[in-house]
């Protein structure tokens, strides 16, 4: 039974690098075609096209009723992204590149959500109201950064 799971977990594991080899090529080619600039197709159609997974996984753990699955994969994914994927990209290709957006723009929004966050989460429960809150504050990002990204595309 053991080797049944290894299996399946080494099948979803190479579904997932293939489809995300796909999202990734299909979002630059569409995002580039209709304009945007690379940093906008990262930030809008890759990031959340790579949060799809975790959405489903979250979802499927309130349906289980294992809530606390839900934060806690929202946390240990941006811990990933940032140590991890940051880390390994810049050993790999040797460094990266950091543009003044992310260091005016989205640095800072990264430390004003996670203090969001953190005062959401301290009594231990995130109820309907903070749930909008922090929907509603997400798409403020999205068209916040999308209107920034086209206005210095302009100028």
């Known amino acids: 039974m ?26 630059e080619k569409i995002g580039l075609s209709i304009g945007l600039s690379p940093f906008i197709v990262g930030v809008v159609i890759v990031g959340l096209g790579t949060s799809f997974p975790e959405i489903i996984s979250s979802f499927a753990a309130m349906l289980k009723d294992v809530t606390e699955i839900v934060p806690a994969n929202a946390i240990g994914s941006n811990i990933a992204n940032i ?12 460094r990266l590149t950091v543009s003044k ?24 429960q995130i109820v309907i109201g903070e749930s909008i ?4 504050l997400f798409v403020i990002y999205l068209i916040y950064t999308i209107l920034y990204n086209l206005e210095l595309r302009n100028s």
Do not use: C, E, H, Y
């Open 83 to 94: 140590l991890l994927i940051v880390g390994l990209s810049a050993v790999i290709g040797g």
């Open 133 to 136: 809150l922090l929907l509603f």
């Open 2 to 27: 053991l080797l049944l799971w290894i299996t399946i977990f080494v099948v979803s594991v190479a579904v997932l690098v293939k489809g995300a080899d796909w999202l990734l090529g299909s979002a």
């Open 101 to 124: 957006n992310l260091i005016d723009l989205d640095l800072p929004l990264l430390a004003v959500s996670t203090a969001l966050f953190l005062g959401i989460a301290w009594d231990r």
